[in-house]
């Protein structure tokens, strides 16, 4: 049996960072793209707005063998997310479960890991959730409420006899570990920190690279869209200019924001709803960012 995605759902926080107010707000759009960017509320945790998302798939999530979490804003370094949302959702105690500690390719490497379990027969019914909350993690003066939303998604993957995902390829840069990172600032308090020139050079020497590698070891190359992690517009554009991609097939959905190992999962979502994509069409979906790490697949609906 082969592993298929048979359903995509996401939660966006409805309370705004508002950085309209910003004097360099326009010069900041020009390049992100971005309008908006959102962010839960003080007391709450990446658990509740996952939890928001699976209580309204619920019905769903009940026959579910596998949970997998996705999220590098873990509410506690121990336990799991993953148990935690099991228990709060009382799903059955027969089920696996266990986080992922991966960023903006979190979900094709989730992905992966949730085809393998169904292909190794581990697994029937895998719950991927990719959540993160990046807004506690940014001070007064962090430019990066700018570019980054809190978000989480849900993507179930079922089993059926047709081929609809993979292969996969992946790659890691460890060396250059501190370009996205959370750690302790002057005041002794975590703060989030980009480097954004420097993971700008990152993606556009290494992506079009592990496109071009990808595209090699595959059979069929013709693909309907292609859908990259929501970075921003320049970094998106960038790509598609040096991988000469039509700009009708190049999904660009920055509504959000970036929402980081969702920001796949939604666009599929609105790209669906929309009803843009049509059954067997075939998608290229490839994730990059912290780590930094990156990954590449592709998909029918």
Not at 253 to 264: F, P, Q, V
């Amino acid at each position: 049996m082969e592993p298929f995605i048979s359903n995509i759902d996401f939660e966006v926080p409805k309370q705004k960072n508002n950085i309209k107010q910003y004097k360099n707000f326009n010069k900041i759009f020009k390049k992100t793209g971005i309008l908006e960017t959102f962010k839960i509320k003080d007391n709450n945790s990446v658990i509740d707005l996952a939890l928001k998302i699976c209580n309204r798939n619920l019905k769903n999530l009940k026959n579910c063998d596998t949970l997998i979490f996705v999220t590098q804003t873990p509410t506690y370094l121990l336990p799991s997310c993953s148990s935690i949302v099991q228990g709060k959702l009382g799903l059955k105690q027969e089920i696996l479960t266990f986080d992922i500690n991966m960023g903006c390719s979190g979900f094709v490497h989730g992905l992966s890991i949730a085809s393998s379990l169904i292909k190794s027969k581990v697994s029937k019914n895998v719950a991927l959730i990719c959540a993160d909350t990046y807004s506690h993690y940014f001070t007064k003066n962090n430019k990066n409420k700018f570019i980054f939303s809190d978000a989480a998604s849900l993507t179930l993957i079922k089993r059926r006899k047709k081929k609809s995902i993979g292969p996969f390829l992946f790659g890691t840069d460890g060396n250059n570990f501190d370009k996205i990172i959370i750690s302790k600032n002057k005041n002794n308090n975590l703060e989030f920190n980009m480097s954004g020139s420097d993971v700008y050079l990152f993606t556009l020497n290494k992506i079009p690279t592990l496109v071009k590698n990808y595209l090699k070891i595959i059979k069929n190359k013709n693909f309907d869209f292609y859908i990259f992690h929501q970075a921003s517009r320049l970094i998106l554009e960038s790509l598609r200019n040096k991988l000469d991609i039509n700009k009708k097939k190049f999904v660009i959905d920055l509504k959000y924001g970036n929402t980081t190992s969702s920001s796949i999962p939604i666009a599929l979502k609105n790209m669906i709803d929309n009803k843009k994509i049509k059954k067997n069409q075939k998608i290229l979906v490839c994730g990059f960012g912290v780590g930094l790490a990156w990954g590449i697949t592709s998909i029918e609906i």
